[in-house]
């Protein structure tokens, strides 16, 4: 999964993986974190998601990191909001309305970067990416992060086998061993999706099965 490959797709539109309405999860289990209003949230691999206009219209500042300035320009036009523009060593900055998009590598992010971040959500993060780069995301994401901060994860699991992702299959085993050391792991639901999915269905799948994972940070082994 090379940055141009997903540079192609958002060229391409080809962007199944975008949701027109808000995530169903995120709006269910999102108070269960007992964030204060105006806590900061980032939002990791952000694309155009519409989560994020979710989440500022609850009270909360977004910070999002995509490597595609088509996604960014489209979530900021399709979404009536103008943006400020302004460059850095780094990263681009759009920004409009308590949402803030880094135009960027998320490898790229410093502690520095996230130094005002109290909660992540992940929808399309971990699964986007293949085994091989899954444990360097988790444990960049870790060194970025502060202790105590909290993570709305959704995971994605089928038989790999049936389908080359991406989205790829990560198990309830997978989450919890990438960050057992490192986090309070509630599970929250595990919910079966195939019926509901025709075009997973058509490619293949014999199982398909989202699990919401509620993490809280510590240090190693606390």
Same mark, same amino acid.
């Given at each position: 999964?090379?940055?141009?490959?997903?540079?192609?797709?958002?060229?391409?539109?080809?962007?199944? &993986?975008?949701?027109?309405?808000?995530?169903?999860?995120?709006? +269910?289990?999102? /108070?269960?974190?007992?964030?204060?209003?105006?806590?900061?949230? &980032?939002?990791?691999?952000?694309? !155009?998601?519409?989560?994020?206009?979710? =989440?500022?219209?609850?009270?909360?500042?977004?910070?999002?990191? $995509?490597?595609?300035?088509?996604?960014?320009? *489209?979530?900021?036009?399709?979404?009536?909001?103008? #943006?400020?523009?302004?460059?850095? /060593?780094?990263?681009?900055?759009?920004? *409009?309305?308590?949402?803030?998009?880094?135009?960027?590598? &998320?490898?790229?992010?410093? !502690?520095?970067?996230?130094? !005002?971040?109290? *909660?992540?959500?992940?929808? #399309?993060? =971990?699964?986007?990416?293949?085994? $091989?780069?899954?444990?360097? @995301?988790?444990?960049?994401?870790?060194?970025?992060?502060?202790? *105590?901060?909290?993570?709305?994860?959704?995971?994605?699991?089928?038989?790999?086998?049936?389908?080359?992702?991406?989205?790829?299959?990560?198990?309830?085993? $997978?989450?919890?061993?990438? @960050?057992?050391?490192?986090? !309070?792991?509630?599970?929250? #639901? $595990?919910?079966?999706?195939?019926?509901?999915?025709?075009?997973?269905?058509?490619?293949?799948?014999?199982?398909? +099965?989202?699990?919401?994972? =509620?993490?809280?940070?510590?240090?190693?082994?606390?």
């Amino acid at each position: 999964m090379t940055k141009e490959y997903w540079l192609d797709r958002w060229k391409r539109d080809e962007t199944g &993986f975008h949701q027109h309405v808000f995530n169903p999860y995120l709006v +269910q289990y999102w /108070e269960m974190l007992q964030l204060p209003l105006g806590s900061q949230v &980032f939002v990791p691999l952000c694309g !155009k998601t519409r989560d994020m206009i979710w =989440l500022r219209n609850e009270g909360y500042s977004v910070l999002g990191i $995509e490597l595609s300035t088509l996604a960014i320009k *489209a979530f900021f036009e399709e979404n009536k909001l103008s #943006a400020n523009h302004d460059s850095g /060593e780094k990263f681009d900055y759009y920004a *409009a309305d308590a949402i803030q998009i880094l135009h960027g590598d &998320f490898f790229n992010l410093g !502690k520095c970067d996230l130094k !005002k971040i109290s *909660a992540v959500y992940d929808r #399309a993060s =971990l699964v986007a990416l293949p085994p $091989e780069t899954r444990r360097h @995301y988790v444990n960049h994401m870790l060194h970025i992060l502060s202790p *105590a901060t909290k993570i709305l994860l959704i995971s994605f699991d089928y038989p790999q086998s049936e389908m080359q992702g991406p989205p790829f299959a990560v198990s309830r085993d $997978e989450v919890i061993a990438l @960050y057992q050391n490192y986090a !309070k792991i509630r599970l929250l #639901a $595990e919910i079966d999706i195939l019926d509901e999915n025709p075009r997973f269905q058509q490619r293949g799948l014999s199982r398909l +099965q989202e699990s919401i994972f =509620l993490l809280t940070l510590h240090r190693p082994n606390q």
